[in-house]
């Protein structure tokens, strides 16, 4: 048995991060990050919510950014932390999370939704921790793809739908700037395939990514309206 105070093995999702479709996917979002979000500004306070073990909430530590990690996983967390001392790590729920409301610059929501039922819950959460016109990334598996109609047939699923996306972001009130499709690989999440750079280049080449709506996965830059949008 593990003993408590030992953080030295690597979760699922990190040793799933080193596989070859692993760095093909966070290869891709950390890129439409980099072009969504100017992470060289200084001073931001960055949320990353089921944060893991730290892929993504490490990105914009060169900017001497504010961190806050959550995760429902605390061995993950402790696990990042290890990593950097300057991230600051909670034990919480992305649907109730124990903060004040607009102080974040950028949050990140990164393949977490697929477990979150309560989408809105998890959106609004989103919206009242960022600040007034400020920035979030989203993802997420789309139910209304073909990958996610072959995966039902094996009796599994992605959890939210495209339209159900873009109807929950518009009732939080969330402007959508920018938006890309991916994982058309016909391969799982943790493969080691050799055909997987061959098979993201034909995704770019063919222009899949550009197929948002029924693109297996989906990733958002979202902003936070600088006012309240009036509803007539």
Not at 173 to 198: C, D, H, M, N
């Amino acid at each position: 048995m593990q003993a408590s105070s030992d953080f030295s093995s690597e979760t699922h999702w990190e040793m799933a991060a080193k596989t070859k479709m692993g760095k093909y996917l966070t290869r891709l979002e950390t890129g439409f990050i980099s072009k969504s979000i100017d992470l060289s500004q200084k001073n931001l306070s960055v949320m990353d919510v089921g944060a893991e073990a730290g892929r993504f909430s490490l990105l914009p530590q060169n900017s001497k950014a504010q961190v806050v990690s959550i995760d429902i996983n605390a061995y993950a967390l402790r696990r990042l932390k290890q990593k950097s001392r300057h991230v600051n790590i909670i034990l919480a729920d992305a649907r109730n999370l124990p903060l004040k409301g607009g102080v974040f610059d950028i949050v990140f929501m990164i393949e977490v939704l697929d477990y979150i039922p309560e989408l809105g819950l998890a959106l609004g959460e989103c919206r009242r921790t960022l600040k007034p016109g400020a920035s979030a990334v989203l993802s997420f598996g789309n139910k209304s793809s073909i990958k996610a109609r072959l995966k039902a047939m094996q009796g599994k699923s992605y959890r939210h739908s495209y339209g159900e996306m873009i109807r929950c972001l518009s009732k939080t009130e969330f402007i959508i700037k920018r938006k890309l499709g991916y994982s058309w690989l016909p391969l799982g999440r943790t493969s080691q395939s050799s055909i997987v750079p061959a098979f993201a280049a034909l995704e770019k080449i063919f222009g899949l990514r550009r197929i948002v709506r029924y693109s297996p996965w989906v990733i958002m830059h979202i902003t936070r309206p600088s006012q309240t949008i009036e509803h007539v």
